[in-house]
């Protein structure tokens, strides 16, 4: 039998089965003591799953025989406790039914020299909420009364990850969808602050998947940090494939009834408030208050060609339709998430990645730069300038950055400015075109002291001969809100995005290369 430093009790967050945890330890032995932890791995496990773990270290003297003691904290506060014969095999019931570890006895006596960590250890794939967070404590003594071993283990939910799929449009297509896109965005940012105008989302690029009830019932949604609430459609509308939600088939619905309405255009998208089980990714947010929709009418042409059901909003409480909990504060009140933030990665010509709890690193190129919110509604910045080339082109102040809007949009004149700058032409009042083999200088904006460049190839989104379209459009937000710059998916797919909800804060840094998608 392997010599063995052992052991952790692991607390994970309630999730579905298949989440997984983070381990991170420190040895927290000192001077005394006779042994040292070097290493564990792996420093992630699955629930539900058994996991071997694996770790190294060393002892500096002949440890004879030895007891151990394994306690678990919440903050500085016991929960659980357990000792044992360090020289004996033990499988030992982890609290809360939440599994169970297998230890396997030291032999004894111990050798000055490498020890190995040997156990295996079974995770419930429901781990209680309480043990989210943990702190695992393992001291061992010698029969001589020395200290032999002290580790720390802390636990936390590891990062959830939710692949988004891009809607790629052809030249005319997205001619269309900037036509479109212009008026929804006016009539969205420029109301007063009662008035909630939804968008067509005509123009949005990126969604992914969530489900609702128990079992859960597949909803493909927009995660649009322009809004705040979550809504899912209950009805089909004529000839179209969407996901429709049906409270009747879930265990876990419960009625609430309240009209949930918000006005578009010409037309309202409305139904009814209902609580039930909504499942993102690993994390469950149970009895969850969001609304089914049984009239997408104000969303017009736009959803009904649309590969999205819904939207499921990222924005701050004061943008709240009715003031329901939104889904973010939601997820963080529920104790699931390492961190309160998530992050972007919007890829060209291949799948994006939403991300909540952290940041991805391996889709990020060099360090954040961080911006401090100027308002908490929308995800909104104080913009210090932006250049074309070496020549201002703007005096706006605000920027906010909206992963519902796909291209970069700035006070109508601006834009004009900007466009007649470069050479570029006019189509249809918004959408503007520019010979592809003409030089385009950098559009960079400053926030928080610092440039984000966008160079030719960011800010051309579709070709169709030598014609390019430019990702900017024209619209005016008027005051309180504006005039202000909406930094969309043209910004985001250069630029990874942490969105920090604790700090209330932006992270910004150069998102990992993707490749460069040409549509024709």
């Not at 151990?68 to 499988?91: I, L, R």
């Not at 404590?137 to 891009?166: H, N, W, Y």
């Not at 990222?314 to 504060?329: A, E, F, Y």
């Not at 082109?393 to 796909?406: H, L, N």
Request: proline share 5%; net charge negative; glycine share 12%.
């Amino acid at each position: 039998m392997r010599r063995a430093l052992t052991s952790a009790l692991v607390g994970g967050a309630a999730a579905a089965g298949g989440g997984s945890i983070n381990l991170n330890w420190s040895d927290c032995g000192d001077s005394s003591t006779h042994g040292h932890i070097t290493s564990l791995s792996p420093t992630s496990l699955t629930l539900g799953t058994k996991t071997s773990l694996v770790g190294k270290g060393k002892v500096d003297e002949a440890i004879p025989a030895a007891t151990y003691k394994v306690q678990a904290k919440e903050g500085f506060v016991p929960v659980w406790s357990h000792t044992g014969d360090a020289c004996k095999s033990e499988t030992i019931k982890l609290p809360f039914g939440s599994g169970e570890l297998d230890m396997k006895g030291f032999k004894c006596p111990m050798s000055p020299g490498d020890v190995e960590l040997d156990l295996d250890l079974t995770l419930s794939s429901t781990i209680p909420a309480k043990l989210a967070r943990v702190t695992i404590e393992l001291t061992a003594q010698s029969s001589t009364g020395d200290k032999a071993l002290c580790a720390q283990i802390k636990t936390s939910p590891a990062l959830m990850r939710v692949p988004m799929r891009k809607v790629e449009m052809t030249f005319q297509e997205r001619l269309e969808s900037i036509h479109l896109g212009a008026a929804k965005l006016e009539a969205r940012y420029g109301g007063g602050t009662s008035d909630v105008i939804i968008d067509d989302y005509q123009n949005a690029q990126y969604y992914g998947e969530i489900s609702v009830g128990s079992p859960g019932q597949k909803e493909m949604v927009i995660f649009d940090t322009g809004s705040a609430n979550l809504w899912v459609p209950n009805k089909r509308p004529w000839f179209t494939s969407h996901n429709i939600y049906d409270h009747s088939k879930s265990s876990t619905y419960a009625k609430n009834g309240t009209v949930f309405k918000i006005q578009y255009g010409s037309g309202p998208v409305s139904g009814v408030y209902s609580r039930d089980t909504v499942t993102v990714g690993s994390f469950e947010l149970k009895n969850y208050l969001f609304a089914e929709v049984d009239n997408t009418g104000g969303l017009g042409l736009g959803y009904r060609l649309g590969k999205f059901d819904g939207i499921l909003g990222l924005g701050w409480d004061s943008i709240s339709v009715d003031h329901v909990p939104t889904p973010m504060k939601a997820l963080i009140d529920s104790a699931q998430l390492e961190k309160p933030v998530f992050g972007f990665y919007l890829a060209n010509n291949k799948p994006g990645e939403l991300v909540f709890g952290g940041v991805d690193p391996k889709h990020v190129s060099g360090d954040f730069s961080y911006v401090p919110l100027s308002s908490e509604g929308y995800w909104q910045v104080a913009l210090d300038g932006v250049t074309l080339g070496s020549d201002s082109v703007s005096t706006t102040k605000s920027a906010i950055v909206d992963s519902g809007t796909s291209l970069l949009a700035g006070p109508a004149a601006e834009i004009k400015a900007i466009a007649a700058k470069l050479g570029a032409s006019v189509v249809m009042g918004k959408e503007y075109t520019v010979d592809c083999s003409k030089d385009i200088p950098t559009l960079s904006f400053k926030l928080g002291g610092k440039d984000f460049a966008l160079s030719k190839d960011d800010l051309t989104l579709a070709n169709q001969g030598s014609t390019c379209v430019l990702g900017l459009m024209g619209v005016d937000v008027p005051p309180p809100r504006g005039p202000l710059w909406i930094l969309g998916d043209v910004f985001m797919r250069k630029y990874y995005v942490e969105f920090d909800w604790g700090n209330k804060r932006l992270g910004i840094a150069t998102a990992a290369a993707a490749e460069t998608a040409v549509i024709v």
